[in-house]
């Protein structure tokens, strides 16, 4: 396999339609999860890209601003007073998955397992022939019953809206499974880590700094900052060029893998990346035509978590627990799975 690590050849590597997610049989029972609808490509990929689009803009999402503040608020509130606290597990995880929940309706009672399998997901190095069947009977299992549910008792979501256009025949069984795979894969479990991320960094820093962060100007661009430095996805997904391709001096020859690094990307001094001009250039949320459509119900949460979050605690003196850090550490995904805080009566050491 090709591994790219310069921004402008990953990005390039994105764009170019010559290098495809659909692989059939490449890798087979190996996958961990059902279809997804990154493994998707062509006039199909974009097909159903269109049916989830509306729900996951960005002037749809905005408006959900005020009520995931009350979210955050009330999260924060329960947990404000105590001496310690873990803020990923009681205050990540919960706005990442409350606030998304909204806009797929993914149901509320499946989000704890939901979010336990997308952390095995993420954080799994190495996969074995069961180990794989296991983790998608798991994940089918959970799509299913979010299906089966919305079906009963639908209501003004996504996955509501995906059922009633399958059972009206506009969209395929199989296809509905991936779309709702897709939901929830890909957004409550990463915008979680990527939120503890970015309050790892801000805690870690002075106490004056934290206080300037309550700035919603100044939090999005912490956000954009982490997203680029830290970013929760480490690589793309292996793409197969379908005919000879040069890129970046070297020659993929037809049939070969190509991989790219984002973290590597991300930080590529050729690329100019700093700036508010270039705030949102970074690769974490991909790039070109799988470009991450909830991207902006993924900033809303963070920008939100970050700055109440700042709000309510740079008035206090938390002192971060250095070894009780958990990391999702998978090839795909590296994230922060706990962020143990406590609280200090004569200040931060």
């Known amino acids: 396999m090709w591994l790219l690590t310069r921004h402008d050849h990953v990005a390039a590597m994105l764009r170019d339609p010559r290098f495809v997610r659909t692989q059939p049989g490449r890798y087979g029972a190996w996958s961990g999860t059902l279809d997804l609808l990154s493994g998707e490509d062509g006039n199909h990929h974009a097909f159903l890209r269109r049916l989830i689009a509306p729900a996951l803009a960005a002037r749809q999402v905005h408006r959900l601003a005020p009520r995931a503040r009350s979210c955050a608020e009330n999260l924060l509130s329960a947990i404000q007073n105590r001496e310690s606290v873990d803020l990923y597990r009681e205050y990540c995880l919960p706005l990442a998955m409350t606030v998304t929940s909204w806009v797929t309706g993914f149901p509320t009672h499946l989000l704890p397992d939901n979010a336990r399998w997308t952390e095995d997901y993420l954080g799994t190095r190495e996969w074995t022939v069961d180990d794989a069947a296991t983790s998608r009977a798991r994940q089918a299992a959970?799509?299913?019953?979010?299906?089966t549910l919305r079906r009963e008792r639908p209501g003004p979501d996504l996955v509501s809206e995906l059922v009633a256009r399958c059972d009206q025949g506009e969209l395929g069984q199989d296809d509905l499974r991936m779309l709702v795979a897709s939901l929830h894969v890909t957004g409550h479990v990463k915008t979680a880590a990527q939120l503890g991320a970015t309050l790892l960094v801000l805690l870690l820093g002075p106490a004056e700094t934290r206080?300037?962060?309550?700035?919603p100007q100044v939090a999005a661009a912490t956000v954009e900052?982490?997203?680029?430095?830290?970013?929760?996805?480490?690589?793309?997904?292996?793409?197969?060029?379908?005919?000879?391709?040069?890129?970046?001096?070297?020659?993929?020859?037809?049939?070969?893998?190509?991989?790219?690094?984002?973290?590597?990307?991300?930080?590529?001094?050729r690329h100019a990346t700093?700036?508010?001009?270039?705030?949102?250039?970074?690769?974490?949320?991909?790039?070109?035509?799988?470009?991450?459509?909830?991207?902006?119900?993924?900033?809303?949460?963070?920008r939100v978590g970050v700055t109440t979050a700042m709000r309510s605690l740079a008035g206090l003196a938390h002192r971060v627990d250095r070894d009780g850090l958990a990391w999702l550490e998978g090839f795909f995904a590296r994230g922060l799975a706990g962020l143990p805080v406590t609280r200090v009566t004569h200040g931060p050491r």
């Open 142 to 147: 959970l799509v299913d019953a979010a299906i």
């Open 211 to 215: 206080l300037r962060n309550r700035a």
């Open 225 to 269: 900052e982490v997203l680029r430095l830290a970013p929760v996805p480490q690589n793309t997904h292996p793409r197969l060029a379908t005919e000879d391709v040069s890129l970046g001096g070297a020659r993929v020859r037809r049939g070969e893998l190509v991989c790219g690094s984002i973290v590597t990307a991300n930080q590529d001094g």
């Open 274 to 302: 700093r700036g508010q001009e270039h705030a949102t250039e970074h690769l974490t949320f991909g790039h070109g035509r799988h470009f991450c459509p909830g991207a902006p119900l993924a900033r809303l949460v963070l």
